[in-house]
């Protein structure tokens, strides 16, 4: 079992940046799935980025691609998003996910473990 806490979320204008946090606790999740997801008043909960510890490689929804970046950081046992020249529309609560294998999933069906979810508003 694998806890989930994200952090990071606020109030921002469009243009403007934040880092969104993720800590797990409970177990090491060096080998776990981890990725983001956002979910929208009235929208389905739609994939953001995902992290496979397999060579390190990131993902990326098209809406997000060259401005938001997945990281992590295994001594803190965290993930961490950088999210860069935001846009209104990317207002949502965000969410952290893990799965207890090896890879990557865009679907969020997929993952088995979820935080609870951190605001981020976009101005315009």
């Known amino acids: 079992q694998v806890q989930l806490l994200e952090s990071g979320g606020g109030l921002v204008q469009a243009g403007g940046s934040l880092r969104l946090s993720c800590a797990a606790s409970?177990?090491?999740?060096?080998?776990?799935?981890m990725g983001w997801f956002r979910q929208a008043p009235g929208k389905e909960r739609e994939f953001v980025a995902a992290?496979?510890?397999?060579?390190?490689?990131?993902y990326y929804a098209d809406s997000v691609k060259g401005r938001f970046t997945i990281s992590r950081d295994t001594a803190k046992n965290a993930v961490y998003l950088q999210m860069n020249s935001l846009k209104p529309e990317d207002t949502a609560v965000y969410y952290c996910?893990?799965?207890?294998?090896?890879?990557?999933?865009?679907?969020?069906?997929?993952?088995?473990?979820w935080g609870q979810g951190t605001q981020v508003t976009v101005s315009s």
């Open positions: 992290f496979s510890w397999i060579g390190d490689r990131t």
């Open positions: 409970g177990r090491t999740f060096s080998r776990y799935a």
């Open positions: 996910a893990a799965r207890d294998t090896i890879g990557y999933f865009t679907n969020s069906r997929d993952y088995d473990f």
